[in-house]
């Protein structure tokens, strides 16, 4: 709860740096907070289990977990921003104020225990993100990026709302504990898989789940790239750690009818995801449909293990943040050089800038699920609770689409090896970005290579 408070503070404490003409600590002080919050937050929360303002919030190990590691996400996207938006360093501490609230909203959607909180944190990270995403005034895809996604976002909303108005009519609560215990052992109401649907596929709507996918590639391409950043991690993983809260703890009665569902939109993602990005040119685009590819795992994670363990889950979102970091701070740097981010862009950066380069490819790599990289281990461990739980053909189906969007992630990485007359483009790069490229490539190893600790925390 404390966490909570604190992330919120620090978004108001950003700006009251700005009135005192501080703004150039901003970035930096914030990463700091946000670094020091995460173990803040291991350290004082790990071991509760316990509902705070009449279980308003509830806190446990998963959202602990889960909250920590966008604490650290959130940390090293902020340190990105100083150099991301020093061409407009007035308004830098709009920025990481956004991306702080953003934070803010997410933890809610982490450590809710009420579907009114579930829905508070939904709004404050959406309104943050429709901001941000059009925060780029003088390019119309960032205009029309934000336009799409606040008109898509109120609408599903507004689906978010009737299915909260269903789930109350019938249980006479919006306590998620309160609501187990009233339909626990009882047969699934229409009103109540109806209300379920509506919520989750407000949830999966975030998530990039197809067939809520259609946003995705547009509002990824056109946002500014720090921001699509933040989309395709906090987002994202807030999104799916709420769905696995919602299912867990709340509405197993109803699961027999929503599985079947679950499973249905997991075979058509991947389906969309392998296919459509095959003909993708820029980089962005490309991980903008990866996004939509290991949507379908991180949800396959839930439904393979009948909504009961958050494990694999957990292992996987860490290894698939740690990697979209890695490829984003490279894809900035590119970008904000050549003014592009397609793939002849990256045409010459092995040789330029050989340390950013090998970064991203280890990042690319583990997105395609290479050994020993997390990606692949995440993926192998998702398949097999997946053949444990009957759905062999879902299994294959994701091994096919997997080997099948490989050659879409070494477009990228062939891009960047091939020669080019234009490297001197390739100016001096700022440390932020090879220093958080690093750590995350370095994680993306590490992570793979030691399973057990993270599958091994619930």
């Known amino acids: 709860m404390g966490t909570i408070i604190i992330t919120t503070a620090l978004g108001l404490l950003a700006m009251i740096l700005d009135m005192l003409n501080l703004r150039k600590i901003v970035a930096k002080f914030s990463t700091l907070v946000l670094l020091c919050l995460a173990v803040y937050n291991i350290a004082t929360y790990w071991n509760v ?18 909250s920590s590691l966008l604490l650290v996400v959130t940390g090293l996207l902020a340190f990105l921003a100083d150099n991301f938006f020093e061409s407009e360093s007035h308004k830098i501490t709009d920025y990481v104020s956004l991306i702080i609230f953003t934070l803010s909203g997410a933890l809610l ?11 508070i944190g939904l709004e404050i990270l959406s309104v943050s993100l429709y901001v941000l995403a059009a925060s780029n005034r003088n390019n119309v895809a960032s205009t029309e990026a934000g336009l799409k996604y606040f008109l898509m976002g109120a609408f599903m909303s507004g689906f978010m709302l009737l299915g909260i108005t269903l789930i109350y009519g019938l249980t006479g609560s919006f306590d998620i504990n309160k609501i187990q215990e009233l339909i626990q052992g009882k047969q699934a109401d229409i009103f ?8 989750l596929f407000t949830l999966l709507f975030k998530a990039s789940i197809a067939p809520f996918h259609f946003w995705a590639p547009d509002v990824y391409t056109g946002a500014p790239s720090l921001v699509t950043a933040l989309l395709i991690t906090v987002s994202k993983i807030a999104a799916f750690g709420a769905i696995f809260r919602l299912l867990a703890n709340t509405l197993l009665p109803s699961s027999i009818v929503i599985e079947p569902v679950l499973v249905f939109m997991i075979i058509i993602t991947f389906l969309i995801a392998s296919l459509a990005g ?4 820029s980089a962005k685009r490309i991980l903008a449909f990866s996004g939509i590819s290991h949507a379908g795992f991180l949800l396959l994670a839930i439904v393979a293990t009948e909504f009961t363990s958050a494990g694999t889950l957990f292992y996987y979102a860490t290894g698939y943040v740690v990697a979209n970091i890695a490829a984003f701070a490279a894809i900035i740097y590119v970008s904000h050089v050549k003014g592009s981010d397609s793939l002849n862009a990256f045409r010459g950066l092995f040789y330029v800038r050989p340390g950013l380069a090998i ?8 997105m395609a699920g290479i050994p020993p990289t997390a990606g692949f281990v995440g993926k192998y461990l998702i398949l097999l609770d997946t053949i444990h739980d009957q759905y062999t053909y879902v299994a294959i189906l994701a091994i096919i689409t997997s ?4 050659y879409y992630y070494f477009k990228i990485i062939m891009s960047m090896s091939l020669k080019s007359d234009e490297t001197h483009q390739f100016t001096a790069i700022p440390l932020s970005y090879t ?3 690093w750590i995350c490539a370095i994680g993306v190893l590490v992570i793979g290579l ?9």
Do not use: E, H, W
């Open 109 to 119: 959607m982490l450590s809710y225990g009420n579907l009114v909180t579930l829905f």
């Open 49 to 66: 289990d316990q509902g705070f303002y009449n279980d308003m919030i509830y806190i446990n190990r998963v959202s602990v977990a889960f």
């Open 278 to 281: 095959l003909k993708q040119i």
């Open 359 to 366: 970064a991203m490819t280890i990042a690319l790599l583990s």
């Open 435 to 437: 220093v958080v490229a």
């Open 450 to 458: 030691a399973p057990k600790y993270f599958t091994g925390l619930f």
């Open 403 to 406: 080997i099948i969007s490989v």
């Open 192 to 199: 109540l898989i109806t209300g379920v649907l509506l919520l």
